[in-house]
């Protein structure tokens, strides 16, 4: 690595300003499971690391007018076995507790994470189909932007010069709701995922028809994506095969996989809809016993 400069301050306030008096040659560092990588590989180079882990209320897992507020310094790991995300939001836990490997979990942070905008990492595509809001704070306030507009390109993200990822907020889902996670790994279950789908079904009060449906998907694009074509199917509809078969035809039009060591561009396509299609009846099945029709 390249010698730099090492702050740690203790309030958010102080880290503003160290992020002010260095600019664009300051990295914000919470766990580090991916900086260090990248400053091991000389992928970047900052004069000045700033450390978030003496700021004290970032950890934070609270409640939020009946959803979530996951503080940026929260870990996967308290993410995971936290009784509240696991109370309100069960699919939130279950796909932090996909994430790698437990010791990877116990340092990664749900704020580190976003800002690091891999469109490979497991958490961000259940954010995405959740309609998670992510708050910012600068030296000029404070701001909330739709995950869905915070993700701009490849390791990209909306953050400013000075901005850093304070937390992620998520509403509770309606009534007769239900979600689903899945991914498809080649290899080690440590390993990003080939595909990885999060479906969210809301049913009418029939508890049998689709109200509403919301899919994301990981590692097919240079960021999370939704795909919308897709979901516009499945408005009014019942479950059935072709309906999941149309859906997953869809959702392979919103996605621009690279080929690489987990597959081929052509099959990554062709997995999208089969793991859409499998992660939509998991979650109708869920959204059924949520209504009481199953």
Same mark, same amino acid.
């Given at each position: 690595?390249?010698?730099?400069?090492?702050?740690?301050?203790?309030? #958010?306030?102080?880290?503003?300003?160290?992020?002010?008096?260095?600019?664009?040659?300051?990295?914000?560092?919470?766990?580090?499971?991916?900086?260090?990588?990248?400053?091991?590989?000389? #992928?970047?180079?900052?004069?000045?690391?700033?450390? @978030?882990?003496?700021?004290?209320?970032?950890?934070?897992?609270?409640?939020?007018?009946?959803?979530?507020?996951?503080?940026?310094?929260?870990?996967?790991?308290?993410?995971?076995?936290?009784?509240?995300?696991?109370?309100?939001?069960?699919?939130?836990?279950?796909?932090?507790?996909?994430?790698?490997?437990?010791?990877?979990?116990?340092?990664?942070?749900?704020?580190?994470?976003?800002?690091?905008?891999?469109?490979?990492?497991?958490?961000?595509?259940?954010?995405?189909?959740?309609?998670?809001?992510?708050?910012?704070?600068?030296?000029?306030?404070?701001?909330?932007?739709? @995950?869905?507009?915070?993700?701009?390109?490849?390791?990209?993200?909306?953050?400013? &010069?000075?901005?850093?990822?304070?937390?992620?907020?998520?509403?509770? &889902?309606?009534?007769?709701?239900?979600?689903?996670?899945?991914?498809? #790994?080649?290899?080690?279950?440590?390993?990003?995922?080939?595909?990885?789908?999060?479906?969210?079904?809301?049913?009418?009060?029939?508890?049998?028809?689709?109200?509403?449906?919301?899919?994301? #998907?990981?590692?097919?694009?240079?960021?999370?994506?939704?795909?919308?074509?897709?979901?516009?199917?499945?408005?009014?509809?019942?479950?059935?095969?072709?309906?999941?078969?149309?859906?997953?035809?869809?959702?392979?039009?919103?996605?621009? &996989?690279?080929?690489?060591?987990?597959?081929?561009?052509?099959?990554?396509?062709?997995?999208?809809?089969?793991?859409?299609?499998?992660?939509?009846?998991?979650?109708?099945?869920?959204?059924?016993?949520?209504?009481?029709?199953?």
């Amino acid at each position: 690595m390249n010698a730099f400069d090492y702050r740690s301050p203790r309030s #958010l306030d102080e880290a503003l300003a160290v992020l002010g008096e260095y600019g664009e040659d300051a990295r914000v560092v919470a766990g580090g499971t991916a900086l260090v990588t990248m400053m091991r590989q000389r #992928l970047v180079q900052p004069s000045c690391l700033v450390s @978030l882990r003496a700021v004290q209320g970032l950890d934070r897992i609270e409640t939020d007018n009946g959803g979530l507020r996951l503080g940026a310094l929260a870990t996967h790991r308290e993410a995971e076995t936290s009784p509240l995300v696991r109370e309100r939001i069960p699919v939130l836990a279950e796909t932090f507790r996909r994430v790698a490997t437990v010791r990877i979990r116990h340092m990664a942070t749900v704020g580190g994470a976003l800002a690091h905008a891999d469109p490979n990492q497991d958490p961000p595509v259940t954010l995405l189909a959740l309609g998670a809001r992510v708050e910012i704070r600068g030296a000029q306030g404070s701001r909330e932007l739709p @995950l869905a507009e915070f993700f701009r390109d490849y390791y990209e993200t909306a953050l400013e &010069p000075g901005e850093l990822v304070t937390a992620i907020k998520v509403a509770p &889902p309606p009534p007769a709701t239900g979600a689903a996670f899945l991914k498809f #790994l080649p290899r080690t279950a440590d390993d990003y995922a080939t595909v990885a789908a999060a479906a969210i079904v809301t049913l009418d009060p029939d508890g049998i028809r689709c109200r509403e449906a919301r899919i994301a #998907l990981g590692s097919v694009g240079v960021t999370p994506l939704r795909a919308r074509s897709a979901e516009a199917l499945l408005a009014g509809e019942g479950l059935s095969e072709s309906v999941l078969r149309d859906a997953g035809e869809a959702a392979k039009t919103a996605v621009d &996989p690279l080929s690489d060591h987990r597959g081929s561009a052509a099959y990554k396509l062709e997995m999208t809809a089969v793991m859409v299609g499998r992660a939509l009846t998991q979650a109708w099945e869920a959204a059924r016993r949520a209504a009481g029709t199953r």
